[in-house]
């Protein structure tokens, strides 16, 4: 359960910053791509937070 | 690029003929059950999601504000981050009370079926511009491949199939939140289609426009970079209100919901969604930039109004073009036909069947069904009025925004339906009629009229009259909700029935039922009561479904289990007719007694609910639950019988000891009135439970064990009227102790007849030798034959006699074979001898007849005195065992080293649930005061001191009947050879 506590931080933040993303369009220099770069590890944290979570719950 | 309206309208029905296809596969069971019900497939479901809006809406808006198109899928992918404390609440609220729409949760928490209509009205005014949008997109697209002049026409066509085949996959079920395995895969399928043609149309762009992403790289960093450059960024508040939206959106809107909640998919594939779908959403969204910098790369002007269909310009090819029509097509078929479906059973629910309740509908299934068939039709039908008459003129983002913003003034209600027990139905309504009333002024009627948004702003919030429109309604449409929803709710009463419903949806909380008796006494009285509402078929089939679900008998009478019925039957209504009908029939057909005692609370259930929430609960909450289940283990795994009656006589515990002792499972019996128990713990539970006394000693009862005596005490629960009454009772079986005892009486009764007999043989034994002498004395006095021979019967009675009471003394002294002392050869026929006289002098078992058959040459090496006592004991009992006219025969025989003694009766042999026992001390199958069980643990210790063994035979083999008890003794041999230790036979 403590993982889900986890998951609202991550989501939260992400809520909070993620005006940050919009910033990568138009400006020369940044990798067009970043903003699915930092989505996919998003997606890799949740998908580990998962996996502890199975874990967690199995004890 | 020009294809013509025949070739379009051919890909388009060819596209979804493969749709109906792909249902028919899994209907007819063409493709395996383990991919059907793969997690996958769910997964991809939920990409319904990613409507016409994701296809073209979001090229529209990457084109205006550049990745700020992106909100529309990461508010979603944050909504499914948070699976586990948002959906699956949700989810686990939905599956218990058959709950299959956003209007049927709010009914059944704030307790109104006007909540449910409101809720039903709002989803449909909002859902309209949505439905319009993707009609829209066919048309337009319709529109540029085919150039057609009305292409309103063939999507009215389109329209028409994709309603056919949700009326065909879709509403196959009476019961809304069944699965739908056949649509959930087309859905899937349609998902699958619209990601490959987006990704296709990405990769095209990337490496047929582009030299690949070095090369897209190096063209944003320079010749594209001013066209970037231009493109207007969302201020973070905009974007922030915007995740907000998409956020409710993705577990709001009526499709989601319907995909999310009432397709009855497990936790796990849920929990597993939670990072699934937003990989589906990133790989959707990844195509979209790509495909507007392709479009500009070419020179295409992206500017509105044809910026969402860029797609169709990226090359002169008609396979482009077609890939981008069967991406929109796919997208917006699976949204609409979805849409139809959840919607169709919202105002089923909340408005037709409210309006006309199906009571004694005679045939109600069917009915049903061909209502839900009609109205499918007739969303679908109404999201093309919309279209015609409205949507043409919007674009997509105003049509989708002002969707999603309607549908976002639920969230306050959703959250605090969760979070909130405190909220109330007078809140809700109020917070919510002024948010949609906001929403309606400010972007709907004017999607309508020519009218411009109607926004008031209140004081302070001037600041907002230059940001749009969309916005600005968000923005003071929520607010006025949240704060009239707030103000309301803490000025005004929360009903009773209400405060019950919070607890039940409240994440925090477990539901804490009642304990109250139905009218009905069983299922078959609950299915007679059930019919005069539904008929009598719908009735049986609704009480029987409930029954196999719970796994109850229709017999079954026990108070709670008719209240899990009750409640199941309910949920089970709401599934078919939603939760206010189900409420309402529920409450007047299956009523509780109003005579009954005051209501306490259902303990044994609420507990079950803790046990299956365990793993929700945090911190404090899960340090309790700890404390609760050590303690209820405790109680459970005592090694002496426990049970606890409810102040009305319900049985809310049965431990495992007391199980085991009676029998009876504790599931079978838990939630039964005490009255009810089976014999004879009825009389006996209920005797303690009216004694005043708290405790009752060695009650004999008759249980399947046989006789046993038990003791009980009781003592009362209740320390204060506030806490739950009712009583404990202790069970203990005294029954070996009671036996214990009367051996014991038994055994010191024979031991002072011992010493008597001693005591007795002494006296006998002085007059007997003075008898013994004056005959010796008669023979040397006389000649006198006669006399003579009369002195020598004299003597050899006296000798019997002598005999006699020397084994009586022998028997009475009977003493331990002293360890080391050697072992003398003793004669088994002399030992049978002795033992045989001692056993004829008991007066019972006189009618036996003996046999002592064993040669007497043969010698064991013993205790003589010892295997006296061991005959005696295996004889004795071998006479008891014996009927009159019975014969019982000693034998012996040499083997191997060994002498082999048997004792055979032709008895009744013994009770097989004792034969394990036999040698363990205080085991008899005497009746009590007869036996004292003390035989044959002394016979086996004695044949252990001598290295034997013994063998029991019941029956012998050669006998129907009776007992043969065999030992195995140490033979005598004069040339001293040692038993044979690896005698197979024995």
Redesign the interface.
């Known amino acids: 359960?403590?993982?889900?506590?986890i998951?609202?931080f991550?989501?939260f933040g992400?809520?909070l910053l993620?005006?940050l993303?919009?910033?990568?369009?138009?400006s020369?220099?940044v990798?067009?791509?970043r903003?699915?770069v930092i989505?996919?590890v998003?997606?890799a944290l949740?998908?580990w937070l998962?996996q502890k979570?199975k874990l967690d719950?199995r004890r | 690029m020009s294809v013509s309206l025949a070739s379009l309208s051919a890909l388009g029905v060819g596209y979804l003929l493969l749709l109906f296809l792909c249902a028919l596969a899994v209907e007819r069971g063409w493709l395996p059950t383990r991919l059907v019900r793969h997690p996958a497939v769910y997964t991809l479901a939920l990409g319904v999601y990613a409507s016409a809006w994701a296809v073209y809406g979001s090229i529209e808006q990457a084109s205006r504000?550049?990745?700020?198109y992106?909100a529309y899928y990461?508010g979603a992918?944050?909504a499914f981050?948070?699976a586990?404390?948002l959906l699956v609440p949700i989810q686990r609220m939905t599956r218990t009370y058959q709950l299959a729409s956003l209007a049927d949760l709010f009914a059944f928490r704030f307790r109104s079926r006007w909540v449910g209509t409101l809720i039903t009205l709002v989803s449909l005014l909002a859902v309209l511009p949505l439905l319009a949008l993707q009609v829209q997109t066919m048309g337009n697209a319709i529109h540029l491949l085919s150039g057609a002049g009305s292409p309103e026409w063939l999507a009215l066509g389109f329209c028409s199939l994709i309603a056919l085949f949700a009326i065909l996959f879709g509403a196959r079920h009476s019961h809304l939140n069944a699965r739908h395995d056949s649509l959930l895969a087309a859905i899937a399928f349609e998902s699958v289609v619209k990601l490959g043609a987006m990704l296709a149309l990405g990769a095209f762009a990337l490496y047929g426009i582009f030299d690949g992403?070095a090369d897209?790289?190096a063209w944003?960093?320079g010749p594209g970079?001013p066209a970037?450059?231009?493109?207007a960024?969302?201020d973070?508040a905009q974007?922030?209100t915007l995740?907000l939206l998409f956020f409710a959106a993705a577990f709001l809107m009526p499709h989601m919901f319907h995909i999310t909640f009432a397709e009855t998919l497990s936790r796990r594939t849920l929990?597993?969604a939670?990072?699934a779908l937003?990989?589906f959403l990133?790989l959707m969204?990844?195509p979209v930039?790509l495909i507007l910098?392709g479009a500009q790369r070419l020179g295409v002007d992206t500017a509105d109004p044809a910026a969402a269909y860029l797609a169709f310009t990226l090359s002169s090819s008609w396979w482009v073009g077609a890939l981008a029509f069967i991406a929109g097509l796919a997208a917006a078929s699976g949204t609409m036909i979805i849409i139809s479906l959840a919607l169709s059973g919202m105002i089923l629910n909340h408005l037709v069947l409210v309006a006309h309740p199906p009571i004694a509908q005679p045939d109600l299934y069917r009915w049903l069904r061909w209502l839900r068939r009609g109205l499918i039709a007739a969303v679908i039908l109404g999201g093309w009025v919309f279209y015609r008459t409205v949507g043409v003129h919007h674009d997509l983002s105003t049509l989708g925004l002002a969707s999603f913003i309607g549908m976002a003034q639920c969230l306050p209600g959703m959250l605090a339906l969760l979070y909130w027990p405190g909220a109330n139905r007078k809140g809700m309504v109020s917070g919510l009629t002024a948010g949609v009333l906001v929403w309606l002024a400010g972007l709907w009627v004017p999607l309508l009229s020519p009218f411009p948004p109607l926004v008031i702003l209140p004081p302070g919030l001037e600041v907002l009259a230059n940001e749009p429109d969309w916005y600005v309604v968000t923005l003071v449409s929520l607010a006025a909700n949240i704060l009239t929803f707030i103000l309301v709710s803490l000025a005004t009463r929360t009903s009773a029935g209400e405060r019950a419903a919070a607890e039940a949806c409240s994440v925090d909380a477990v539901i804490r039922p009642m304990r109250l008796p139905l009218v009905a006494a069983n299922g078959e009285e609950i299915k007679h009561h059930l019919a005069r509402a539904l008929g009598e078929e719908v009735a049986n089939r609704e009480v029987d479904r409930a029954l196999t679900a719970l796994k109850l008998s229709p017999l079954d009478g026990r108070p709670y289990a008719l209240r899990r019925l009750r409640d199941r039957i309910q949920a089970n209504l709401s599934g078919l007719m939603g939760p206010s009908v189900a409420q309402d029939i529920v409450d007047r057909f299956l009523p509780y007694r109003q005579d009954g005692p005051d209501a306490t609370e259902d303990i044994h259930f609420v507990e079950s609910r803790l046990e299956a929430y365990r793993?929700?609960?945090?911190g404090l909450a899960?340090e309790l639950d700890g404390l609760r289940r050590y303690h209820r283990r405790t109680l459970t795994r005592l090694p002496v019988g426990l049970c606890a009656f409810g102040e009305d006589g319900e049985l809310l515990m049965w431990n495992d000891a007391l199980a085991e002792l009676s029998g009876i499972e504790g599931e079978s019996v838990i939630g039964a009135h005490r009255d009810t128990l089976p014999p004879p713990w009825n009389a006996l539970l209920g005797q303690i439970l009216a004694e005043p006394a708290s405790h009752l000693y060695k009650q004999p009862v008759t249980l399947a064990k046989g006789l046993r005596y038990l003791s009980l005490h009781k003592a009362e629960l209740h320390e204060d009227r506030h806490e739950p009454g009712g009583n404990v009772i202790l069970v203990e079986d005294h029954s070996e102790m009671k036996w214990l005892e009367d051996e014991l009486v038994h055994a010191a009764r024979l031991a002072s007849i011992g010493q008597l007999a001693a005591g007795v043989a002494h006296e006998i034994g002085n007059p007997i030798t003075g008898i013994s002498s004056l005959a010796q004395n008669l023979r040397y006095d006389t000649d006198d034959p006669a006399l003579l021979e009369t002195a020598d019967q004299i003597q050899q009675l006296t000798d019997r006699v002598s005999r006699i009471v020397g084994s009586l003394v022998g028997f009475a002294h009977g003493g331990r074979h002293v360890a080391g002392t050697p072992f003398a050869p003793v004669s088994m026929a002399a030992v049978t001898d002795e033992a045989l006289h001692l056993i004829r002098l008991a007066r019972s078992g006189e009618d036996v007849h003996y046999e002592n058959r064993c040669p007497p040459a043969l010698e064991v090496l013993g205790d003589g005195q010892r295997l006296q006592q061991v005959m005696i004991n295996l004889v004795g009992n071998a006479r008891d065992a014996s009927d009159p006219g019975g014969r019982v025969v000693i034998d012996a025989e040499p083997r191997a080293g060994w002498l082999l003694v048997s004792v055979t009766d032709e008895g009744h042999g013994i009770d097989e649930r004792v034969r394990d026992h036999l040698f363990e001390p205080f085991t008899t199958t005497k009746p009590a005061g007869e036996g004292t069980g003390l035989g044959l643990p002394l016979v086996y210790s004695i044949v252990a001191e001598h290295g034997g063994q013994i063998e029991i035979e019941s029956p012998p083999a050669e006998q129907a009947t009776g007992t043969r008890i065999q030992l195995w003794l140490p033979l005598n041999q004069e040339d001293g050879e040692s038993p044979d230790e690896s005698d197979p036979d024995r």
């Not at chain 2, 970037?228 to 493109?231: D, G, L, M, S, V």
């Open positions: 359960m403590y993982v889900y506590r998951m609202l991550l989501v992400g809520y993620s005006p993303l919009m910033s990568g369009w138009g020369a220099g990798a067009w791509y903003p699915f989505w996919g998003l997606i949740t998908l998962e979570r719950e | 504000s550049g990745f700020g992106l990461l992918a944050g981050l948070l586990p404390v992403p897209l790289q944003l960093d970079h970037q450059a231009e493109t960024h969302l973070p974007w922030r995740l929990l597993q939670g990072w937003p990989l990133l969204a990844l930039p910098w793993s929700r609960l945090t899960r």
